[in-house]
Every structure is written in structure tokens, then in C-alpha cells.
């Protein structure tokens, strides 16, 4: 029975299990609605378009994301090493499944067509920055190149996306957080710098969407 009123997160709760199941191309207002229990004439008082309400789910989970991240990091003893951020963002992203679905390319935010490398070369200069600035606090070693570490972090994140679902993802992200360790971490007691780094990184992040 269509509901009159509901909360808005009802609302982007539907949107995201809709687009995460069907995609962009197949989701409409109307399986919204379904799903949310409103009428179709609420989604459109809350947003103008499909397209405006795809933006504003995948923001809000992007954010959830992130937040997510934080918190994991801010209470692991080890939380500034560049694997253990790998670990966190790379499982708190993947395991919101409209994520996975966005980095597949089967969910965009606007009206241009979906683009597989759309992400990937988006986030590449913020990241490529992010290990200058991890190697140049002491977390990751100083001979490696940060362009190279962060187009190969940034393409194992994409392709997880593009080869899920897989049976055990802890297992799968715990062993790339292994590799990350031993070719790139330093040896280091305090980490402390590396969460600043990751904190200025998530707020480089939600600048980079809402510019967007």
C-alpha cells in the first residue's frame, strides 16, 4: 500500500537496492516507488529526475563509505599504513553493493553514458597525490614511484568490482592488503601521520563528487 509520506532514506534505500539489482538502464521511478511503498508522485517531490535521485543514493552511499573508512582507521593501532587503508576503503567499499555496481559501470550518476574508466581516472590524480604524500610522511617506501603504486591500487579496486561476486571477500582483500604490505609499507611504529594523510584523502573525496 503506497504510503502518502516516508522518510526520505526509505526512499534512497529502495534506489540503491534497485539500481545495485538492475542498473541504471533498467531501474525506473516506478520500482522505486515499489520498493519504497510511496506513490511515484513522492519521489518526484523529493527528486526531479531519476537521475537526480541516482546522484544523490550513490552520494549518500559514497559518504556512508567513507565514514565507514574513518572509523576502521581511526581505531586500528596500525590504521596509517598504506595496507591497512587498502583493507578498510577496499572492504567498506565493496561491501555496499551499489558501490560495486558503480565501479562496474552499471550505475552512473548522470546522463552520460556509463564508462567503466569513468572512476579509475576521476580518482587517479587525488590518489597519485595521496601516496606522494603517504611516502613523504614516512608511511611508504621511498623508492617506489607514487604514480605507479597508485594506478596499480586503483586498478586492483576496479577489477574486484568488475570480478565480484566472490566467495570469500574478507579472505580476497585481506591477501591484497598482504601484498600491499610487503612491497610498499615502512617499517614504522607510529602511524599516526598516515591517518592524517587518509583524512585529508576522504575530504579530497567528497569534494571530487560534489564537484561533480
Known sequence: MARPSVDTEVILDAAAEAL????SKRTTMDDVSARAGVAKGVLYLRFDSKEALSRAVIGREL???????RAEVAADPRGGLLSR???HSLT????????????????RAGRRPSDHG??????LPVSVDFVQRMRDAGMVRGDLAPEALAANL?????????TAPHEDLDALILG???LVARAADEDVTDTTPGKVCFGR???NLEELWNRS
Open 20 to 23: 545495485a539489482e538492475h542498473g
Open 63 to 69: 559518504r556512508l563509505a567513507l565514514a565507514t573508512t
Open 85 to 87: 587503508l587498502f583493507v
Open 92 to 107: 567498506a567499499l565493496h561491501t555496499r553493493p551499489l558501490l560495486r555496481a558503480l565501479y562496474r559501470g552499471d550505475v
Open 118 to 123: 569513468a572512476l579509475y581516472r576521476a580518482r
Open 154 to 162: 586503483a586498478v586492483w579496486n576496479v577489477g574486484l568490482a568488475q
Open 176 to 178: 591484497m592488503g598482504e
Open 201 to 203: 584523502l576522504a575530504d
